[in-house]
Every structure is written in C-alpha cells, then in structure tokens.
C-alpha cells in the first residue's frame, strides 16, 4: 500500500521520479557491473584498441630502478607465459611504454612439433627484455612465414621479415646491451618492434594469406567452437584457449 502511495506520488512529480530513478540504477550498477580494469591489463588489447596504434614512449632511465618498474616487467613477463606468447610488447597490456620480453621454451616448440602447427624452424629463445630498442638490418634478404599475434588472435598470415637483426637496448638493471638475431628469434623481436611502433603484422603480411587459424575446426565442429581472449588451464595441464 504504502509502496503504491509512493509510486503515484513519483508519477506526479517527474523530477523527483527521475532522480529516484538515476540512483536506483546507480545502487544496481555498482553491484552488478564489473570494476573497470586499469592498465597494466591481465588480459591482452585486441586490434581496434588505440593502444595498439600509438608510438610507445621511450622508458626514463631513472624509474629501471624502481620496484613498481621491476613489478611490471615480472607482469608483463608472466602474461607472456600465461597467454603461451613467444613475445609480447608492454602496449599489448594497455602501457604505451618501449618495453617487451621475448622467450621460446623446449615445451613450446616440442608442442608444435607434435600439432605440426609451426610452418617454419624454431628454436630455444631464452628469456630476454628489452627496454627503448633500436634495430638495424643486418641481412635485408627476408623469410615469409607464418605469424600470429596475441592481439589479433585466432588468426594467422604469411609475413616477410628480414633474416638477420641487431638491437642495441637496456636491460632492466639499465646497463646497455647488443642483441643479434637470425632466423625465428630475428622475426620474433621485429614482431615486438613493430608493436613499439603502433603497427601489427596485419600491417605488413601478404593478405592473400590472412586466414583464422582453426578454420578447418569450425567445420569439423559444424560451427560450435569457441575462442577464449583469457588464458584457461585445460584437462591437460596446458593452456587451452580454442576449444568447443
Ligand atoms: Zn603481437
């Protein structure tokens, strides 16, 4: 009765019932909306976030000593892992900052061995940051593969990139290091440059080849397939973020 009383009361004054109206659904919003996540992000920016798109800053040499500097690298290296990524570039966690971490493990590349899902020759890349890079082509000459993106993920494209690189960078202690690269970790860090750069390998592949890497699952699964954007421990003690 009483509850009625009251909404005929709000029926005839708008204002009042408006302004009831507007704190009712920001008392629902506040519970049942989730916080918005700040970056560093636990999950990675997907193609279309401006982040992706913008020159990232070079990094003060003065803040390398910091524990929340430290912190983030140990972040950014754990969503690498976590995202089962070969490298991955400090924008794709929301930090338009001139950082990424690159590492190729003897479980990574014995998994593509047993899926055949590598398409080129890999190898052991063990785990290196690095902090404002320059690069310079050593070997012009380029090998065309297959890359994929932890930011475009789901798909895949042949991309040209040169054979041989030299980055000159700091490490997280701040001391300057040389770093020469030829082959599969030589393509792994001009990924991760061009992710310094606001570019992504769509930018750069040969569209011809741009194709969703699990095309041939959707059709054995007529359609029912899934593909996760967080990381998820499967039955089989791994990552599995495609599944049905
Ligand atoms: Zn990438």
Redesign the pocket.
């Known amino acids: 009765m009483l509850t009625k009383v009251f909404y005929s009361f709000l029926s005839r004054h708008h204002s009042l019932q408006f302004v009831f109206v507007k704190r009712r659904n920001a008392f629902f919003n506040y519970f049942q909306s989730p916080r918005q996540p700040i970056p560093p992000y636990n999950h990675v920016c997907q193609i279309g976030d401006p982040v992706l798109r913008t020159r990232a800053e070079p990094v003060e040499p003065e803040i390398l000593a910091t524990a929340q500097f430290k912190g983030f690298v140990e972040h950014l290296i754990s969503i690498m892992r976590s995202h089962e990524a070969y490298g991955l570039a400090a924008p794709?966690i929301g930090v338009s900052a001139q950082i990424f971490a690159i590492e190729t493990t003897k479980q990574q590349i014995e998994e593509c061995i047993k899926t055949k899902s590598a398409g080129q020759p890999l190898e052991i890349v063990p785990l290196t940051v690095f902090i404002n890079p320059k690069m310079k082509i050593i070997d012009y000459h380029t090998n065309s593969y297959p890359e994929s993106?932890?930011?475009v993920f789901g798909y895949i494209a042949h991309v040209p990139r040169a054979k041989t690189i030299e980055i000159q960078a700091l490490d997280i202690t701040g001391k300057e290091f040389t770093w020469n690269g030829h082959g599969w970790p030589a393509k792994i860090v001009q990924?991760e440059m061009d992710?310094l750069q606001g570019k992504l390998?769509t930018d750069r592949m040969d569209p011809k080849t741009f194709a969703c890497a699990i095309w041939s699952v959707v059709n054995q699964r007529s359609g029912r397939v899934a593909i996760k954007f967080y990381p998820d421990p499967g039955r089989w003690g791994r990552f599995k973020r495609i599944f049905s």
């Open positions: 794709q993106c932890a930011s990924h992710h390998f």
